[in-house]
C-alpha cells in the first residue's frame, strides 16, 4: 500500500519558469489537498479538493492551480514560477470530508528552490 | 489573536523526563483536535487524536479544555527517538468543507 506518493522529491527552476508536482493516493480518499512549509510559517493550506471535479481554494492560492479529474490524483501547478515559492510542498489526504475529514496522511513532501 | 498556537520551544529536556505542552485555540467552534509529529525533513504523522474525555497512549496523553479552549500533550519517560517538532490540529466543522488549522509547532529536543 503505497499510501500519497509526491513526485519529485527535489526541484531547482528559473523565475517563470513553470512545473506541476504530482501527487497521488491509492486509499480511494476523497479529500486531497496541498500544503507549503516555510520556516516559522508553519503549515499553510494552498488549494484542496472534497472530490473528484471539486476543488477549492486555501489560504495562499495565489500563482498555483490545481484540478482533480480523478479520485487518486491532484495535480499542483506552478504557472510561473517566483522565489517566493521556494518551499517544501506536501500532499495530503483523507478519507471523509466534512465532519469526517479525521486523519490527514501526508506525502514525503517535495523540496523546490526557484532562483 | 492566531487560530492556533503552540510554543515554538524548543524544550530541552533529559532522557526519562515528562514534558508537556499545550496549544491554544480561538474558535469556540472548534470541534475536532490532533496532534501529529513531525521529524525533521519529513512529513507530519499523526500521533494522536484529542477527545475530550482525554485519551492515552502508551507514554503519551493528550487533553482538550473547551472552558480554556486549549489543548495539552504529556510525554513520560521520554526517549530520544521522541525528538520532534509536535503540530497541534484543528479542525473546525464548515457543513460541506472543514477548516484544518495548524499550529506552527512545538520543537522538543530530548538530550541523553
Known amino acids: 500500500n503505497a499510501g500519497v506518493t509526491q513526485t519529485p522529491k527535489f526541484q531547482v527552476l528559473k523565475t517563470g519558469q513553470s512545473m506541476t508536482l504530482q501527487c497521488a493516493q491509492d486509499?480511494?480518499?476523497?479529500?486531497m489537498s496541498w500544503y507549503r512549509q516555510d520556516p516559522g510559517m508553519g503549515l499553510r493550506l494552498i488549494h484542496y479538493?472534497?472530490?473528484?471535479?471539486?476543488?477549492d481554494q486555501g489560504e495562499v492560492p495565489n500563482g498555483y492551480n490545481v484540478s482533480r479529474s480523478t479520485t487518486e490524483d491532484f495535480p499542483l501547478r506552478l504557472l510561473s514560477a517566483a522565489p517566493s515559492q521556494t518551499s517544501v510542498y506536501f500532499c495530503?489526504?483523507?478519507?471523509?470530508?466534512?465532519?469526517?475529514?479525521?486523519?490527514?496522511?501526508f506525502g514525503e513532501g517535495s523540496r523546490l528552490t526557484v532562483l | 489573536r492566531k487560530e492556533v498556537e503552540q510554543d515554538p520551544g524548543p524544550f530541552n529536556v533529559p532522557e526519562g523526563a515528562t514534558v508537556a505542552f499545550n496549544c491554544t485555540y480561538s474558535n469556540s467552534a472548534s470541534q475536532s483536535f490532533f496532534w501529529y509529529r513531525q521529524d525533521c525533513r519529513k512529513e507530519p504523522k499523526l500521533l494522536m487524536s484529542?477527545?475530550?474525555s482525554g485519551n492515552e497512549d502508551g507514554r503519551f496523553t493528550a487533553q482538550l479544555n473547551r472552558a480554556s479552549q486549549y489543548i495539552s500533550l504529556l510525554i513520560r519517560d521520554s526517549k530520544l527517538s521522541d525528538s520532534a517538532t509536535y503540530l497541534c490540529v484543528v479542525n473546525i466543522e464548515l457543513g460541506r468543507d472543514d477548516k484544518i488549522i495548524f499550529g506552527k509547532g512545538t520543537r522538543l529536543h530530548i538530550l541523553p
Open positions: 484529542v477527545y475530550s
Open positions: 479538493s472534497v472530490g473528484a471535479g471539486i476543488t
Open positions: 486509499m480511494n480518499h476523497e479529500y
Open positions: 495530503a489526504s483523507s478519507y471523509g470530508t466534512g465532519a469526517h475529514t479525521g486523519e490527514l496522511f
